[in-house]
């Protein structure tokens, strides 16, 4: 524990700094230095962390807890874009650098099939979750009286597309409750009938950082299935913050996106479609590249896989930044960034609960938490108005989410227990 509060400007000055002064390695080396041995008291070594944070430039300007908003990508993303607009404008039509271009999408949905245990085949690139989210939104002919589950811990991206199906159709829309400590499978029995068509809710909470378990998922798969009911899951805060295994979800689709805890370029994301569901989630949106065979007399085939759910114009190097990422990731270890992202929530917990005046609006389990973490202020303090402060005083960046006094800090694994400990002793200071 500190003495005083740290501020942000002495945290710089004392450690984050330092990192300056290492030597760049190549990415491939920076996993070496995880060898998963861990230091005194079952910590691991931080060694490796710091190479990694040096090749996040944005981490040397605030403590960044904002990953649940947007990621800061490592330079290798950035450079990875910036490569591959110069080779495609060298030219655009010439085969010889279109051709190269044309193999970033295939080689990016078997790498995203790879990573996140999917079929290539059930990989359609997007621009967003919000993206994927509408295609399965809109993939059903909606009747009148037809109900949707949603939770009320939701971006609105999974619930404005709901309204405007109420509005335009006549959904229903039936909400459960996914607060902390409650059941899931409950909650959804409680809400089915023999109206509901659809089970739309996020894999994470961005609001409270409860994730959905894995085995939870797939019972409440089965549960669904039986009943003809499709099942999505909104995966924005899902993969680099929780292991995803998207065929042990059981889930029928899932919508994520690279910018976010992927720390990929904005503009790009993914959509899972189970094989055996292809031919019942219809296309809304469609055009050139969607199609496998076409006429100019109405005849037509799609694609057998999920790239039929692509059209249009593709931002190439965009793409072939969110694979760098993803490559990233790999060098780096996603087992080693799992659990560093578990490790790191746990010291934050434990410093919370020594505060007096503040909780924790977010699961503790291990099993049922994220790296979204979640203080609920004392009462008296606004949240949107302590990450003013935050942002403007000390270039700490958190979010306020949905409800009054809850603050979020996004844990990623690139985070310290130094930023931690110091965003907690500056809002100590903001709420005496």
């Not at 030597?23 to 910590?43: T, V």
């Not at 295609?135 to 949707?148: H, I, M």
């Not at 797939?218 to 909104?234: F, I, M, N, Q, T």
């Not at 029928?252 to 904005?266: A, E, R």
Request: with cysteine; hydrophobic share 35%.
């Amino acid at each position: 524990m500190h003495n005083r509060t740290q501020t942000r400007r002495e945290f710089l000055a004392n450690s984050g700094l330092a990192f300056a002064c290492v030597p760049h390695l190549p990415i491939g080396k920076i996993a070496a230095w995880s060898d998963g041995k861990s230091g005194s008291g079952g910590w691991p070594h931080d060694d490796w962390v710091n190479r990694v944070r040096e090749e996040i430039p944005s981490l040397s300007e605030s403590i960044y807890l904002q990953t649940g908003g947007v990621g800061p990508s490592p330079g290798a993303v950035i450079e990875e874009v910036k490569s591959r607009l110069d080779f495609q404008n060298r030219g655009p039509a010439d085969p010889r650098f279109s051709g190269p271009m044309g193999r970033i999408e295939p080689e990016l949905r078997a790498h995203l099939g790879r990573s996140f245990v999917a079929d290539t085949e059930e990989v359609a690139l997007t621009h967003s979750t919000s993206e994927g989210i509408n295609v399965v939104v809109w993939s059903l002919n909606w009747r009148s009286g037809d109900e949707v589950i949603i939770s009320n811990q939701e971006h609105p991206s999974n619930v404005i597309p709901w309204y405007v199906m109420r509005d335009r159709f006549g959904v229903v829309i039936r909400t459960i409750n996914f607060d902390v400590g409650t059941s899931l499978l409950d909650e959804v029995r409680q809400k089915l009938s023999s109206r509901t068509r659809m089970v739309s809710i996020s894999h994470v909470s961005r609001n409270n950082g409860r994730r959905v378990r894995t085995d939870e998922s797939a019972e409440l798969a089965e549960l669904l299935r039986r009943r003809g009911v499709r099942y999505h899951l909104d995966g924005a805060q899902g993969p680099g913050c929780v292991g995803v295994n998207f065929h042990a979800l059981g889930c029928d689709c899932y919508s994520t996106c690279g910018h976010k805890w992927l720390l990929g370029p904005k503009g790009t994301g993914a959509l899972f479609i189970r094989r055996e569901e292809l031919d019942q989630v219809l296309l809304s949106w469609t055009g050139a590249h969607s199609h496998e065979t076409m006429d100019y007399e109405g005849a037509y085939s799609l694609l057998p896989s999920a790239a039929r759910y692509e059209f249009g114009t593709r931002a190439l190097a965009d793409f072939a930044g969110f694979d760098r990422a993803v490559s990233w990731f790999d060098e780096v270890g996603w087992k080693n960034v799992y659990e560093r992202v578990d490790v790191l929530v746990e010291h934050a917990i434990r410093r919370t609960k020594s505060l007096s005046g503040f909780s924790i609006a977010s699961p503790e389990d291990s099993q049922d938490r994220s790296g979204v973490f979640v203080v609920r202020l004392p009462k008296g303090y606004d949240s949107q108005m302590v990450y003013e402060r935050l942002r403007s005083d000390e270039r700490i960046l958190a979010s306020p989410v949905r409800r009054e006094r809850d603050l979020r800090l996004s844990i990623h694994f690139f985070n310290t227990r130094d930023e931690i400990d110091t965003a907690i002793d500056v809002l100590t200071k903001i709420c005496q």
